[in-house]
């Protein structure tokens, strides 16, 4: 039987196991949308396209399925472009369908035409435009295959009016054929072999694992591993989650906003065992100076991570889950065998954190700290949330201050850097995991990036709560005018903040707000009670406070301020 | 250093653009390019000429790689391959140099392909060396228009 454009879009994202799409309607897009109501799919109708984006990468990180979003032509396409970008920078699974003017005009300046293909061609993993009703079961096949393999990433599908209109006999293909795409997934053994024995062979070994762990579903054979040798571990911020941050050998985050153990562990170990994980600048600081004294192994699934920036004694190129199985076969159980200069190196990594722990005072009559409410947070909901954050001090606050236990419970754009990704990310991340509590961390500056989806959320009923760390400054970047231009604040002062209590209420969802210390708990519970709308807590915190350790950018990690 | 690096590509629109844009990008550099059909119509071939040290060569060879639409890449090493480019050169010529370009070209095995009174565009293939060998002779009778296509190179043996 013969089906339309938009009948075998939507059968076939059914085949792939879509159950929910976010997305915003257009001119472009109008008949996919007539067809949406013929299927059970789900569909959520954000307010912005770049919310669509975020809310579909924050259901992708937050249960390790491939997100979908749906936008028009022209300005909805290119509104979706951050989103896409944030995807791509922390490879992220996504299939991102965008609508497109007639075949016929493409290239015209038609009305809401853009080159979308051309415009995200360098941030997505692969994109398509579709021709042909032909192509199209075929074209969605391959997107989600390459979506979700390999390294992952965002792929974009350009759907022009006409295609979804004609008609042709639907099949959808059981499988794919790509010549020209196929992921390495099992380790060279010979390289895994030479890897275990230096391993075993170190006197100062550390791991050093990144976002890869997470996205290749390895944590428990990671922390089979880091248990059975009894391994030291830091992990990157897209790391984090994968091994238990309450347990002794996690160092915590390394790099700019690392722990001082972490950075100093990295600095002083003769092997340093990166998985999945790119050397980011943030992580690395002076590139020269990292890790000077250890040879270093790196387990990556994308070929070009490895050597990018810090050259590789034992590179191995494989998915992470599959490497870490291999390795964990070839070690036997050396629980607590630590002897001689392994011993020292662990006592040595504990002095570290006993001469400088993570800290900060919170004077019960002063202002609140914005990491009270962060352990606050932690405390009362004990650690069993999936937390979003924003981009800024918000964010690495969370990552110092709220330890995650579990991977996919902490969301945060790490590589793009995406003020405006936290709340999308949570409502997406809610509607995957309803029955969890989903807390978006934020600043006052970055809510108001995609503010306008506190409606999304209400119309839906989604109970996202967002903690607004308050402190009417562009926090991060009023810091280092702080600390690097001599305390002067050029317009990074937001004294204009809209009363948040408010623009919560006027949206129909629950605004709180705390401005002393003994009201934070009390705000956190009653937010915790609502289970039908989102809340916003306005936490009015220290207007100063600043993020320490910082690796100022350029020096080695060493280097750390420590106030 | 200099590499000629083959990329085996699927013949679909936007390639191009994908394999350009990487090298953009990521601030890669090239000198040329040239693209044509294989004799399989679904595959084409790209040769591009790059410069870089080592591990910049490495980093394009596995981001080309990387892409979807990349089929295979190959970096030819000095002396594994065969290149070639072509140039057109149109020379002013006059009753006192006619015959001494003619003697030239003749000497390089090119042929001239166009003529007029005044001046004569000749055809040329080679290495670069020789080209530029041959443009070196001809400066001074007055070239008006040279134009080159990208190198192009296969490798030596049976491979």
Redesign the interface.
Known sequence: MKKTGAQILIESLMKEGVDTIFGYPGGAVLNIYDELLNYPIKHILVRHEQGAAHAADGYARSTGKVGVCLATSGPGATNIVTGVATAYMDSIPMVVLTGQVPTMLIGNDAFQEADI??IT??CT??NY?VKDVKDLARIIKESFY?ARTGRPGPVLIDLPKDVMIDSTEYHYPEEVK????NPTYTGHPGQIKQAVSMILEAKRPLLYTGGGVILSNASDELTRFVNKLQLPITMTLMGLGAYPAKEKLSLGMLGMHGTYRANMAVTHCDLLVAIGARFDDRVTGKIAEFAPNAKIIHIDI???SI??NVRVDVPIVGDVKNVLTKMNELVKDDKGKWKGERKQWLAQIEEWDKTHPMGYKQDKKGPIKPQYVIEKIYELTKGDAIITTEVGQNQMWTAQFFPFNKPRTFVTSGGLGTMGFGFPAAIGAQVANPKKTVICMAGDGSIQMNIQELATAVQYRIPVKVAILNNHFLGMVRQWQELFFHRRYSYTCIDTTPDFVKVAEAYGAVGLRAKKVDEVEKIIKEALKVKDRPVFMDFQVDPEEGVYPMVPAGQPLSKMLLV | MRHTISVL??NEF?VL??VA?LFS?RGFNIESLSVAETLDPTVSRMTIVTRGNE?IL??IM??L??L????KVIDFQKGECVEREMALIKVSVDDKNRSEVLSIVDIFRGKVVDVSSKAYTIEITGDEGKIKALIDLLLPMGIKEVVRTGKVAIARGTK
């Open positions: 293909v051309g061609r360098p993993k692969h435009l390459i790509l010549r020209s795409y994308d070929p070009t050597s990018k | 590509v699927e936007g653009s994908r844009g990008g591990q490495e980093q596995k981001q790689n990387k979807i639409n990349v089929i």
